[in-house]
């Protein structure tokens, strides 16, 4: 089989054979990734549905809660580190999330503007009356 | 002469520094590439959260997101998809440690959970549009059955890419390819939870809000 | 206009996206005619990440006209000048390379020197659009038309064509031909100025862009300048194709016999032309910038020996497939269904990309072994290439 083989390159260390892996701490890191998960989305349902919340605030909260759930996925499903192996998925994370935060926030702010730049439609009919 | 030199032996456990290390094992090789496939297909989906957020008060005098999401549903269709990304991890611990029976029955409900998601789904989309809620109804609508289509349409792939997987791993056995295409399968799914976590966020629950 | 700013959002990456990629061609070549390493590296390599990041903070600039405050036309127009400035690095960085070199005014040079000496003026009339004032007079005038392509030809086509000349012999194993290469490059690049140049004009004259008819008197001389500009770059298309055809019919006179044409400084020149499926027998190791240009000098003064390979390995490399060509095929045909409506037709297409992805994922095997001893014997039939 060519694939073992090749699938060591040189320098790197020889990964740990998955039978003397503890099959305990992957299943300990999901457990938690989920029941942190499962704690950050009931509270979304609650902040959306109380009154015990200053209202203006509901949605900031929401999104901080949502932030907060993503990173979790990150970190406990999709084994986002700061290892050396991770290094490039990290970057690359990176370079997408500003990119994403670039296309979200710019199309607002410009949608916004272009908005708030529109006839009201009461000058529209001030204007045909004129004629 | 040849500028190329023999690369030595390299003693067991030695570590090179980056340079000489030569390239990266095909696994570390294989996740950084899906992962930047990803990372495009989240770009495209930021166009379709940016098109929602300009369009979600442009209801056309029909029916609005407050009147037509139902939290209960939406609550299930979210404790599926986390369930599902909580199995698919447990899948690949199971594939990991290459226990047949363990991967079989993580897949398995996995997709199970997944199909229940797109049911609920699909019934949702089933009932808005019976009450007139359609996407040609207002541009509101439009915006919300293209992403939450959208996002529901890679859910489908998804199952069925998994299908195909499981196939391929009766064939072959846990041949590296088939590891490494299991491995792109997880970070799929994944990253298809973090996308539902936004779509809740944003689509459900701040489309309740008075 | 959710739709306008989507596109533009992408659309303006994407011209870097298609530039950056030549800008690398001129890199390359640049250094390797002159036998000058590449000045400023560093520099070059933070121009392109820095280009990276502004291309997504720019794209307003094409729609100034549409409606925006004057605050965020002001952002935009900022960010459109600031972009400038890495693209000028990188532009006195290729000058700084040529400067003190000595130059060998090849075909790729030539294409080079011609996209420097262009693309800096249509740089130039990219800043005077970035004004949103200036825009507001000549957006969506055949101005626009000029600027965008006094950066895209020079800027894109200059350097695939440069690209395409450089490593064709490394591809083909034979060169191009010279004087039909320079033919083409002189009537490209005269052609192009006579095409465009005149369209800055007529744009301020107030000439619009895709103007089914005009009958604005004025225009006229302008324009026929324009046509002869065209018809000259026509001529310039003709003599990229009869460069090829007159070089593949004296390809055994213009055979590449040393896998170095170009006296490289980089590794790919250390192959045979055409490389084999392994390109290098053993990994080659690396140390500097410019290695295969570091080994040769090594090896003029005495320092270093030439080796023989004696002990080959087998190598892993991946097997070939038609995916990619067919998937774009179906793709063509999906996406032309799509826009249409043809509903049928993009169900045929989505089905064939899937067959298609089905084949592949369950092919047999992945990856092909090329024996140690194959390996050997291109080595030694070859060894004046793969070596020096």
Redesign the interface.
Known sequence: ????R??????????IP??E?R?SS??LV??I??LL??IL?VT??W???TSAIW?PG??AG??V??IA??GV??VF??HITTGP?ST??VL??A??V???F???A??????A??N???MAHGEMMNLQMQR | MNVAVEMDDVRQGELLNVSEAGPAPKRIIAGFGFWIFLLSDIVMFSALFASYAVLAKASAGGPTGAQLFNLRTAAMETAFLLLSSYSCGLMSLAINSRQHIGVYFGAVVTFLLGAAFLNLELREFHDMIAMGAAPQRSAFLSAFFTLVGCHGLHVAVGLVWLVLMMIQLSIRGFHGVVVRRLHCFSLFWHALDIIWVLIFTIVYLMGVLP | MMYVNLFWVWRHPEVYILVLPAFGIYSEVSATLSSKPLFGYRSMVGATLVICVLSYTVWLHHFFTMGASAGVNAFFGITSMIIGVPTGVKVFNWLFTMYGGRVRFTVPVLWTIGFMVTFVFGGLTGVLLALPAVDWQVHNSVFLIAHFHHVIIPGVLFGAIAGYNYWFPKAFGFKLDERWGVASFWCWFIGFHLAFMPLYVTGLMGMTRRLQHYDVLAWQPWLLVAEAGAVIILAGIICQVAQLVVSIRHREQLRDTTGDPWNGRTLEWATASPPPAWNFAVLPRVDELDAFWAKKQRVLAKQDLPGGRHKYDPIEVPKNSPTGFVTAFFAVITGFALIWHIWWMAGVGLLGAAVMWLAFMFRAEDEVEISAEQVGQFDRTHSVEVSL
């Open positions: 089989m060519t694939d073992t090749w699938d060591v390159a040189p320098g790197d260390r020889p990964a998955a039978s892996q099959a992957g299943f999901y457990t990734g989920l998960a499962a989305t979304s349902f902040v959306a549905n209202a509901v949605p929401l999104a809660l949502a759930q993503m996925h990150l499903f999709l192996d490039h998925n690359a994370l370079f997408g500003l990119i994403v670039l296309v979200l710019g199309s607002l702010v410009i949608m503007n272009l708030e730049n529109m």
